[in-house]
């Protein structure tokens, strides 16, 4: 791409010909407010605050629209900007409700942050407001039409992003409201990104809903686990330790800005049914206890370990190292979720393959296909000496081929953070409570081949133990145990 | 109607008779047999498949002709920016979309003479080498939309417009289309996105409709009258054309007048005789008793002009951009001694807040603003301070918007508060000032009567052709 030159506040940067001024401004950390830009969507040109001044242009000119040129000279300060800044601001506010003391986005609302960078220290307008609807958009979508300030990111988003073209604005002037188109509803998969990119409180998530004021979460990056995508996210938890939202963070090589429902509501197993301690043949143990329990089991002859798509590449690395050196006779096999097909939006895919890390099991265990390992170790008939089971999938419902190699394994050893399926299921000989992805550290590689570390968001909320920290001890115990021979 | 006779720029006298008007009184002056019998088509029949396309572009600039929707660009030099080589087809799109307060011009032409209209969308659709022409019609005009679907069929039943047009390997489909009541979509780009099927909002530009205007496609966007000179142009030449008007604003132009007049109407003159002549001798002079407080040029949008000013104004581009006002798109109101401008400037903010699209934040807000604000001041409610309020809304809304909508609003605004603001600041001291003028307004006509008062009357109310009743 060809690359112009300009100045912006006296800086001179160098940027590719085809970006717009405000593009030119953000990517070398100088300010512009905006509502209605939004870098994954087309311009719209229709809020009028990310005003600046351009030499030689008789007014400011809003830089979402205006296309760099050589020799540019931009000034996102001064007395004009600041004017044209200050009037917009008044304007988008006369006729809001300004109830920021029940209005969700408070905290997070550009109207705020603009207001207090912008805007005047008194309103002008005695008049009555315009007041406009309410509505329940969707499943996880509420609209506040009053504080809508009509950018049209959310009109513009289910345009191009999500395809359904669901949402349009009625009405026309000060009564422009968001709507509905007749007999649509806003329920797709990708319903909840309008809740992010509206820049106000109008269009509100239904499940986070007067949940918590924003300003009492602490928020912390992660990687979604949900599918094969890994897309970049930011987990919001509450003082208690609770997860209370997650949103996208945006990654242009990944995600860009969006995110699945899915995978910002797929958090409830966190807090519900956890295996909490250790247990060795149904009755609480100690770690210790549970440990050499396991020991005794994972060195029978004819021992395969089963590990999931859903374990991090350093699980399923230190457990491959483990059993190398514990039992080297040992198999290993993967398995995972079914794998269904993808589903494509104009501007964006979830993944059908809802594991994160098939493509690190791929590098790590040398395992391609998860699935068809399951239906390999399925069809043999010979017992299982020991089976070291290490799954963590979330709401994990146990499948007729896995019950076969369970019916035939004498002994299991289950790695899991829930007190799911699989331990109802009857054999577990031990059971060792590892961690969800959100308490643990840890790498998965999504399925473009991309590998995404992450840290872990909150206090583990059980005993649980990360598995290399599990294998860790495995070890130590082993050299203690051997010394007692 | 007198003949006018006036200095051309080179200095000899002119008579005129009107061209585009010409006919309309005339019985079945709509139809293809009567265009014909006058001579009608003959000239697309000449020039279509044998003149140089580039030529006629070339002409229609040297005529100097300009647009005559409002913005007054000359029409040739905006041909001649139709982007070539694109691989895409080129559109013309004729705006129809005719709905400024006290402009009722094209109306006449697409109601009373379709196939003049019809004759320059194939003369300048052969000039732009466009195959297919969108013809907007302001939703209303029930009967305008009648005639010219009639006359399309009949031009389309002759072999005028469809395939091999005259008999020559031109094609043109002509496409007529109606709006659905939206003020804003008689602007440009606004019509654009309202003939693509989507909702009336302008666009941003650049691109400029001659790059990417109708569905990503170079178009051309001429209004009704323009179209409408083009074929007088072509058959009679620009010199012809030239011979009226003034260096810079040559030719003629219909002009809408309406208000305080004996005669109000639709007039064509020259350009560049003065506004004193056209109230005087078209309109007949002011109605009996009144005199003159001030004149609406250019539509409702345009800022007044004072007596003083109209006795200095000639009606050219140039000489009301002097004044500070604008030629627009022709439509002169007329405002008497006794019209109470509040009433008049409530009505205008209330046309503009009913009427804006919503998409820009200073125009979605701020006509609505000021329409309250001048409602405060229309009943007598107004406060110390909302005067400069009126100015300092109406400064914060210009120039920051994608389309005009929102000057449109603040200009008459700014000029009201300019030219008359004592009568602002009365309605701050003097709160029962409102009543004393109530009663002398219904005085003039009665509150029964008001109702059935249409464009013309002398009742403030018909400032703005009865918007008050949307």
């Known amino acids: ?485 | 109607m007198s003949e006018s006779p006036l200095n051309s720029p080179n200095g000899a006298m002119v008579p005129f008779t009107p061209v585009i008007l010409k006919h309309i009184h005339e019985a079945g002056s709509h139809t293809l047999d009567h265009y014909v019998a006058r001579g009608g088509y003959e000239t697309a029949r000449t020039n279509v498949g044998k003149t140089e396309p580039g030529s006629l572009v070339k002409l229609v600039e040297e005529s100097g002709l300009r647009g005559r929707g409002g913005a007054g660009f000359p029409t040739g030099k905006k041909w001649s920016f139709l982007a070539k080589g694109t691989g895409k087809p080129a559109y013309l799109t004729v705006n129809g979309d005719e709905s400024e307060p006290g402009t009722f011009k094209d109306r006449h032409i697409v109601e009373k003479d379709p196939h003049q209209l019809l004759e320059g969308v194939i003369l300048t659709c052969w000039a732009i080498q466009s195959h297919h022409a969108f013809i907007y019609l302001r939703g209303e005009f029930i009967l305008g939309y009648e005639r010219l679907e009639a006359a399309v069929r009949e031009a389309k039943a002759r072999g005028f417009i469809g395939k091999k047009i005259f008999d020559t390997d031109f094609d043109l489909k002509v496409v007529v289309m109606r709006g659905a009541g939206a003020y804003i979509c008689g602007e440009e780009t606004g019509m654009l996105s309202s003939i693509e099927g989507g909702r009336g909002y302008p666009k941003i530009k650049p691109p400029f409709p001659a790059v990417s205007g109708v569905f990503q496609c170079p178009t051309i966007v001429n209004n009704v009258e323009t179209i409408a000179c083009v074929s007088h142009i072509v058959k009679n030449g620009a010199a012809w054309h030239k011979q009226w008007g003034t260096e810079k604003s040559p030719g003629f132009k219909i002009f809408c007048l309406s208000g305080a007049v004996k005669k109000p109407g639709v007039y064509e003159v020259p350009l560049g005789i003065t506004m004193k002549e056209f109230i005087e001798v078209y309109g007949g002079g002011m109605i009996e008793g009144r005199t003159l407080k001030a004149v609406i040029p250019g539509g409702l949008s345009a800022p007044l002009l004072t007596p003083e000013m109209v006795e200095k104004c000639t009606l050219d581009y140039e000489s009301l951009a002097g004044l500070g006002s604008m030629l627009g798109s022709g439509g002169i109101t007329v405002l008497h001694d006794q019209v109470d401008l509040m009433s008049a400037i409530y009505n205008t903010m209330r046309f503009y807040h009913h009427e804006s699209c919503g998409q820009c934040t200073p125009c979605r807000e701020g006509t609505g603003w000021l329409e309250k604000l001048a409602h405060k001041f229309h009943e007598g409610h107004a406060h110390e301070g909302d005067v400069d309020l009126l100015g300092d809304v109406a400064r914060n809304m210009r120039g920051r918007t994608i389309c005009v909508l929102a000057d449109a609003a603040a200009m008459p605004m700014q000029s009201y508060l300019q030219l008359f603001r004592g009568e602002f600041e009365k309605r701050v001291h003097e709160p029962a000032y409102t009543e004393r003028k109530r009663t002398a307004r219904d005085e003039i006509t009665p509150a029964a009567k008001r109702d059935t008062v249409t464009q013309g009357g002398p009742d403030v109310l018909s400032v703005g052709m009865g918007m008050d009743r949307i």
């Open chain 1, 1 to 485: 791409m060809k690359q112009v030159n300009l100045k912006i506040d006296g800086k001179d940067v160098t940027v590719p010909a085809d970006w717009t001024v405000i593009k030119a401004c953000h990517q070398n950390d100088v300010d512009v407010p905006h509502y209605c830009y939004h870098p994954d969507l087309s311009i719209a040109g229709n809020c009028r605050i990310c005003m600046v001044g351009v030499k030689g242009m008789p007014r400011p000119v809003v830089a979402c629209a205006q296309p760099v040129a050589e020799g540019m000279e931009v000034s996102t300060t001064g007395k004009d900007v600041e004017e044209a800044r200050k009037g917009v601001m008044e304007f988008l506010l006369i006729n809001h409700p300004l109830d920021c003391p029940e209005c969700d986005q408070s905290g997070e609302c550009k109207l705020q942050d603009y207001s207090y960078d912008h805007g005047r220290d008194h309103g002008r307008f005695h008049e009555e407001k315009v007041r406009k609807s309410k509505a329940t958009m969707g499943p996880h979508v509420k609209y506040w039409g009053s504080r809508c300030i009509v950018c049209t990111r959310c009109v513009r988003f289910t345009e191009e992003v999500s395809g359904g073209g669901e949402l349009g604005v009625i009405y026309r002037g000060d009564r422009s409201e968001i709507a509905l188109f007749p007999g649509k509803n806003l329920d797709n998969p990708l319903s909840m990104n309008n809740v992010d990119i509206c820049p106000v409180g109008a269009l509100v998530s239904s499940d986070f809903l007067f949940q918590s004021r924003v300003w009492h979460l602490h928020s912390n990056p992660s990687v979604c686990a949900d599918c094969s995508v890994g897309c970049n996210s930011r987990v919001d938890l509450d003082a208690k330790n609770q997860i209370k939202r997650i949103v996208p963070r945006q990654n242009d090589a990944v995600n860009k800005s969006w995110m699945c429902d899915h995978g910002r509501l797929s958090f409830d197993y966190v807090h519900e049914n956890r295996l909490q301690k250790p247990k060795v043949h149904g009755k609480d143990a100690t770690w210790k206890e549970a440990r050499r329990a396991a020991l005794d089991l994972l060195s029978a002859p004819g021992s395969v370990a089963l590990i999931s798509a859903w374990n991090t590449n350093e699980a399923m690395q230190s457990i491959k190292n483990f059993l190398s050196s514990e039992n080297p006779s040992t198999r290993i096999f993967g398995y995972g979720n079914t794998v269904e097909a993808d589903l494509v939006f104009p501007g964006f895919t979830i993944s059908g393959d809802k594991n994160p890390n098939c493509a690190g099991m791929k590098q790590v265990l040398g395992i391609g296909d998860a699935n068809a390992s399951l239906k390999a170790l399925a069809a043999e008939k010979d017992s299982i000496g020991c089976l070291l089971l290490v799954n963590n999938i979330p709401n994990f419902q146990i499948t007729a081929e896995l019950k076969s190699i369970l019916d035939r394994s004498q002994n299991v050893v289950l790695l899991d953070f829930a007190t799911g399926d699989l331990l109802r299921y009857g054999n577990v000989a031990v059971a060792l409570p590892t961690l969800t992805t959100f308490e643990k550290s840890g790498s998965f590689v999504n399925r473009t081949g991309l590998t995404q570390t992450f840290d872990a968001v909150m206090e583990p909320v059980t005993y649980g133990m990360p598995e290399t920290e599990i294998v860790a001890a495995l070890r130590g115990d082993r050299v203690a145990v051997g010394n007692q021979r």
